[in-house]
């Protein structure tokens, strides 16, 4: 399935709010617009609808995701050899051995430059981890995998102090 294709994927967004649509629709064109060789994995899975860049067909060679959790909508681009990453300005967070994000909130507050230098340099890093070049692929959209049961959205509640 090519990049356009996206029926799959609109599906899976419905569950999500307006706003958090156009986010992600934003983020997806700016990934692809970094990664135009690379293959989109789209996993809808329970906790969340992931979308990431590989140079292949596995997750072990991705560049940069986006992932939207369902229990509170918020909104990940992460890296998964994150860890691996320069990040001089040190705004990814997480602890873990290898995954880093930053939470997005806004487009205009997006550092889209910084993250632009971050993604150009997952992307050596994931060629890089590729041991059998025929493994390649370029400019698909790949379902990964789908959760038939997924956990409810919960809207972030608004916390109303008492005047």
Known sequence: MR???????????KTFDKEIIDLVTWLREFAWNLCPKANEL???N???LSLGWSVTDKVGHNICSIAIYRANQNIHFGFYWGSELSDPNKILLGEGAQYRYILVTDKKKFPKAYIT???NEAYS????KVK???????GQTIVKSISEKK???????INKQKK
């Open 42 to 44: 789209i996993y809808d």
């Open 132 to 138: 059998d070049q025929k493994q390649i692929i370029h």
């Open 125 to 128: 890093n994931s060629l890089s």
């Open 3 to 13: 990049k356009e294709q996206t029926t799959d994927l609109v599906k899976f967004l």
């Open 151 to 157: 956990r409810n959205l919960t809207k972030p509640k």
């Open 46 to 48: 329970y906790n969340a």
């Open 117 to 119: 230098k971050l993604v």
